[in-house]
């Protein structure tokens, strides 16, 4: 080969990858793993990376496995096209008999020097007694990974590169497990030696979009409302925001735990909700789940409008001094339509519910201290205004998280909870609980009773003489 053909191997055209596969390329951590969206390209530049590394010699085999045959010959023509647009030396093997006994092929090529490409079944058995470079694709959707992976890790010992690369598939498969610890051990406690030393690449849908993908599949450069058209269109041929998240966005999905699923969530969604608190006409109800450093503060307000509660405004306060979410809340409290607002009163928000019960008084200012009874009541009421279709919420991906990320678990004891797991970005399901709260004030809307009647004297004149004809002796 052409040496000036090498070293445009080891250092490719710009013009041939997106940035972001140019950054899985340029890597070169022993153990990468990619989470991706669907059809990016990642397979793509994996191969050209393959390809790379047997012509330089930095590997004698390379052994990918994905989850089905058809992945397999995609890759394996990748492979072959890097080979002929580099006038690369190699010959194409085709299929492969690898082990007779267990029935084990693999499509395969061989260059010049006596490196191989080898493109597997997803049958474990087939790393067995192997050395050399592994590339597990779509790791996430192979039947047996963790047999898979027991089996191809030891293929690695001699200090061979390992790379992992899918979409999701839900949180109890080894996909998902090596990257929330991959991300654990990037942001480590003080106290937590890290264990591991991989690579972490997350590229969802809007990051490919925004780095050139779109452009490439128009074949020109993409206006930002080409962009966001292109991908509103794929989001609405996923028919379900199940799919959008887990094949495009990177997220994956665990419906079976899920207090609000997904379909539940959305099927409440809907454009242009906010307005102006001046030009809200009917009732306003409001929840506050209140939040200083760790925590959001999220001020949700709702308009009743006979039986549906529509979302008109949502202040949400990340590291806020008191005085200013104060200001904020009463600003609110003070609107002529106010019904009520529910104010988590539990730790730090005591002093904020008492001060706002102290100047609109209790029936405006309710102060809710959140216990696992309290929770659970909030909780079932406001999942059933989803699904009785009694509450609208924004179309915001947020939102959506925020309402999806709590579970409800049971206790050794037999006691319901509702954790969620930490997230610097979006919260502790702060909206979640301003949502319940403002949900809440509107469906009891303890105003004081008032009772009206005749004066007295006028109540005794009713009565006179009444009884004046009547015969106690007879009873």
């Known amino acids: 080969m052409n040496p000036n053909k090498e070293n445009e191997l080891k250092t490719p055209a710009s013009q041939h990858f997106f940035p972001y596969q140019l950054r899985w390329l340029n890597d070169n951590s022993r153990i990468k793993i990619w989470e991706k969206s669907r059809r990016i390209g990642a397979t793509y530049v994996q191969s050209y990376e393959d390809v790379r590394d047997c012509v330089v010699n930095a590997v004698e085999n390379v052994w990918f496995s994905s989850a089905d045959e058809s992945a397999a010959r995609e890759y394996i023509n990748y492979c072959e096209k890097w080979a002929k647009l580099y006038d690369i030396a190699a010959t194409s093997l085709g299929e492969v008999i690898i082990n007779s006994e267990e029935d084990i092929k693999a ?18 058995k087939a790393f067995r007694s192997k050395g050399g470079k592994v590339v597990l694709d779509e790791f996430a959707h192979h039947n047996n990974a963790e047999d898979l992976w027991a089996a191809a890790k030891p293929c690695t010992t001699w200090k061979y590169p390992i790379r992992i690369l899918s979409t999701h598939n839900g949180q109890n498969c080894m996909f998902y497990k090596f990257i929330e610890q991959v991300k654990k051990e990037m942001n480590p406690a003080d106290d937590t030696p890290a264990k591991l030393n991989w690579s972490l690449h997350t590229t969802p849908i809007q990051l490919a979009v925004d780095e050139g993908l779109v452009s490439k599949i128009l074949g020109k450069s993409a206006t930002e409302k080409e962009k966001q058209q292109w991908l509103d269109e794929q989001r609405a041929g996923c028919f379900n925001e199940f799919t959008w998240l887990q094949e495009y966005c990177c997220v994956a999905i665990d419906e079976a735990t899920a207090f609000l699923p997904y379909q539940l969530i959305v099927s409440c969604e809907l454009e242009n909700l906010y307005k102006e608190l001046e030009a809200l006409t009917g009732d306003i109800y409001v929840g506050m789940d ?13 308009e009743k409008l006979g039986r549906v509660n529509y979302t008109r405004m949502l202040r949400v306060l990340e590291n806020t001094e008191f005085r200013i979410q104060e200001e904020i809340l009463y600003n609110i409290l003070k609107h002529k339509n106010l019904r009520r607002c529910c104010i988590d009163s539990t730790g730090i928000g005591m002093h904020l519910a008492e001060s706002a019960q102290k100047k609109f008084g209790q029936y405006r200012a309710e102060a809710v201290t959140f216990t696992n009874k309290v929770k659970e009541e909030l909780a079932y009421g406001l999942r059933t205004h989803f699904e009785d279709k009694t509450v609208y919420i924004p179309a915001e991906y947020e939102i959506r998280e925020d309402l999806h990320s709590v579970r409800r678990t049971t206790t050794a004891a037999g006691n319901i909870r509702f954790d969620v797991e930490k997230s610097d970005a979006s919260g ?32 005794e004149d009713m009565t006179k003489g009444l009884c004046d004809n009547i015969d106690f002796d007879l009873y």
């Open 107 to 124: 499509f395969v090529i061989e260059f010049a020097n006596g490196a191989r490409i080898n493109a597997l079944s997803s049958n474990p």
């Open 290 to 302: 209140i939040g200083r450093k760790k925590d959001l503060t999220v001020i949700w307000v709702l």
């Open 428 to 459: 502790h399901a702060d909206r979640f609980w301003a949502l319940a709260l403002a949900l809440h004030s509107a469906e009891n809307n303890y105003e004081p009773i008032h009772i009206e009647t005749r004066c007295r004297r006028e109540t």
